[in-house]
């Protein structure tokens, strides 16, 4: 568990505490008043558990103070968006993870996002997904339930048909050749990125190989509503809220567009990727 994740819940911890023992009141009797086992409380003022939004808000009640709700929720955000370790997310299996994806895919009405390496989630095939996310068991073997994860993926693909949301996605030619798959999985693969060249609420645009670069392609992240950033390292998962951090990835974001392709160009390129395959 990384250790900024760990000090921001301990810190939402110890103001919880401070709370509880400004009101006069003992963990053992919040905990009645919450209907929680007193272990709960104990976790949660020591750091050793992390709260939902409904948790801060009913313990703001619990103690008298309902005006601290907005501040707990707020402590609570830092430490929803710090880095969030792959060993700590995966514990409980990669289903989850693409859980906790499709809820916040829910609260976006805006998404921009890069991906050099491989396409998308929200437009995977169920079965690249499935290979892509079984090579992933090579770096992280506590990954388990692969056909869950893929289920919960394609899942998450019904909101590219909420036409009051907009996606944006930008990949790199490199992202079309990578054998993560077998090459029929790919060939299909990429015959499904076809459709969503057309104009509508979903646009993909390809930088390719050759393209005149403002910036290095880098690594992959998403922009959601302008107000956070996904990004990862093979160690981590980074959500990012801090306004320079995102507006950092929204200059790359751009300068990475100034460089796509899209409609029939992007065609080119996807014929280009599936001509590599025979």
Partial sequence: MSTDYQQARSALGARMRELRT???????AVAARLGWPQSK???LENGRQSPTRTDVVAWAEAVGRPGAGAELVGRLRTVETQ????????AGGVRPVQETHAAQGERTGD???????????????????????????????SIRDVEAA??????RQRALGDRS?????LLWEGALVSRLCPPAVLADQLESLVPW???????????PFDADLRVPAGVGFSIHDGVLVITESWHAEMWLDDPADIALHIRAWEALAESAVYGPSAHRVIARARRSLL
């Fill in 197 to 207: 060249l057309a104009p509508g609420n979903v646009r993909l645009g390809i930088v």
């Fill in 22 to 28: 400004e009101s006069g009141l003992s963990g053992r």
């Fill in 111 to 141: 998404r921009r996002s890069f991906d050099p390496t491989l396409v998308p989630g929200l437009l995977q095939t169920a079965e690249y997904a499935r290979a892509v996310l079984t090579r992933y068991t090579r770096v992280h073997p």
């Fill in 165 to 169: 949301r907009s996606f944006h996605f």
């Fill in 41 to 43: 409380v104990s976790k």
């Fill in 150 to 155: 893929v289920v919960a993926r394609m899942e």
């Fill in 83 to 90: 880095y969030r370790s792959w060993r700590r997310q995966l």
